[in-house]
């Protein structure tokens, strides 16, 4: 079975600081996509990043980036420069490409941002 | 162009009873996956339709279904309530299957079984 661990319940960082989420995986699948959702307060969902598995290029997306190891099955989220909107939960979340394609999430890490 | 929408945005039942909630994805996508959320267990799946078929199931029991309709739209029905039902029910939608496209999540339906 693939699980998606997250070992920081709770992370806090400063503003304008950077700040790393941890993310762990487990899967025998070769083909997979990894992403990191952020839900705020007021609970939305939103897509923060997404990586391909066969990709070996880190995503980016404007602050936000990824360290993928493949071989280490990790995945974790650097935010730059945190902005007060940051303050979120953020979920990482593992679904294989074939064989059983259900999305399975992490259990979050809340990051407070202090100003 | 307008988000997901689910109704209602709260809900609550008492134990035996049955619910039916609704997920409207983004016109134009043609995937509804759903999902459900819970303090205990996290975000779990708990199934996809894609073109009024169900494509994908999670790991939970038959009391949990749904359907989707022609126009995309998405209803989610539990029978027989239970206490664990309590939950944060979030639909998501896609342009097409789901895996390869970003999903787009509503604000979610929060069911309260008493």
């Known amino acids: 079975a693939q699980t998606v661990t997250q070992s920081q319940p709770e992370m806090s960082v400063q503003e304008a600081e950077t700040v790393t989420l941890s993310c762990t995986y487990d899967?025998?699948?070769?083909?997979?996509?990894l992403f990191w959702y952020k839900q705020p307060p007021s609970r939305q969902m939103i897509l923060v990043i997404r990586?391909?598995?066969?990709?070996?290029q880190n995503a980016t997306e404007n602050r936000f980036s990824v360290n993928f190891q493949k071989a280490a099955k990790s995945f974790s989220l650097k935010i730059s420069d945190s902005q007060l909107g940051d303050a979120a939960m953020y979920f990482c979340?593992?679904?294989?490409?074939?064989?059983?394609?259900?999305?399975?999430f992490g259990a979050g890490t809340r990051l407070t941002v202090k100003p | 162009k307008a988000g997901v929408t689910q109704t209602p945005r709260y809900l609550i039942k008492t134990r035996g009873q049955q619910v039916t909630l609704s997920c409207s994805p983004i016109?134009?996508?043609?995937?509804v996956s759903w999902y459900q959320q819970t303090p205990g267990q996290g975000l779990q799946f708990l199934f996809e339709?894609?073109?009024?078929?169900?494509?994908n199931k999670g790991n939970f029991p038959g009391r949990f279904s749904g359907r989707q309709f022609s126009n995309s739209r998405s209803e989610m029905n539990v029978s027989t309530l239970e206490l664990g039902d309590s939950a944060l029910y979030l639909c998501?939608?896609?342009?097409?299957?789901?895996?390869?496209?970003?999903?787009?999540f509503g604000p979610g339906t929060r069911l309260t079984v008493l």
């Open positions: 339709y894609f073109s009024e078929t169900q494509r």
């Open positions: 899967t025998s699948e070769s083909d997979y996509y």
């Open positions: 016109s134009g996508h043609r995937s």
């Open positions: 979340a593992y679904r294989p490409v074939y064989n059983n394609n259900d999305m399975r």
């Open positions: 990586q391909e598995a066969y990709k070996q």
């Open positions: 998501a939608s896609s342009i097409t299957r789901a895996e390869y496209n970003e999903q787009f």
